[in-house]
């Protein structure tokens, strides 16, 4: 596709829940990261992908926070059990490769808001 | 741990005027990379500009240019001859990794373009 798509734009669950939100990568991007962003502040570094290695989840706040790239390109993020605090934006980004010399370019995709009653 | 700083919650700008957003960071480290990310209403959040920390040279972007001074720590953006699509928040954000996996960011200036 042209740019790097997420599914659903919105989403609503009640405490508790399981949610399961996708990220559409460009074609032939290696690299994908998925962020959290809370109201009013900046993007948070969740986990990171290269092809479908997750090389650093690091920033997973618990382990009800799971992701998967089975194939190297669509990613999913699964949240169980989902709490009101998991409320927030979660962008997916992705690009071409890991830079050689400098960071290369993330492109980023709409995100999908979370919203946990 | 890297953390960046965005002092200004909202700017506000005259349409076809300048308008500078700052940006402070703090590291321990000499090799880094600095970016000006822009996020309209639309949420998708685009690149401005990037700086890398060897390069002494502002970087600049057609209407988007920087102010790095690396020993004081500061990244400011300024944007020349406003147009109303520049509103937006803006953010800043360092990474020292190439892999971007370390990219950290600021939390955001709202900027409003006034016609």
């Known amino acids: 596709g042209a740019g790097v798509s997420q599914s659903p734009r919105y989403k609503v669950a009640k405490r508790g829940q399981d949610v399961a939100l996708r990220c559409d990568p460009i074609s032939g991007h290696v690299s994908l990261f998925w962020y959290q962003q809370a109201l009013g502040q900046g993007p948070e570094f969740l986990t990171y992908?290269?092809?479908?290695?997750?090389?650093?989840k690091s920033g997973l706040p618990s382990d009800r926070f799971f992701a998967e790239r089975p194939e190297g390109s669509v990613s999913t993020l699964k949240i169980q059990r989902t709490q009101q605090e998991d409320s927030a934006v979660y962008l997916c980004a992705s690009s071409l490769r890991p830079g050689q010399k400098v960071p290369n370019e993330q492109f980023f995709g709409p995100g999908t808001r979370l919203t946990v009653l | 741990a890297q953390t960046v700083t965005q002092s200004q919650p909202e700017m506000s700008v005259q349409e076809a005027e300048t308008v500078t957003l700052s940006c402070t960071y703090d590291?321990?480290?000499?090799?880094?990379?600095l970016f000006w990310y822009k996020q309209p209403p639309s949420r998708q959040m685009i690149l401005v500009i990037r700086q890398e920390a060897y390069k002494q040279q502002n970087a600049t972007e057609n209407r988007f240019s920087v102010n790095f001074q690396k020993a004081a720590k500061s990244f400011s953006l300024k944007i020349s001859d406003s147009q109303l699509g520049d509103a937006a928040m803006y953010f800043c954000?360092?990474?020292?990794?190439?892999?971007?996996?370390?990219?950290?960011f600021g939390a955001g200036t709202r900027l409003t373009v006034k016609p």
């Open positions: 590291t321990s480290e000499s090799d880094y990379y």
């Open positions: 992908f290269q092809n479908e290695a997750q090389l650093d």
């Open positions: 954000a360092y990474t020292l990794s190439y892999n971007n996996n370390d990219m950290r």
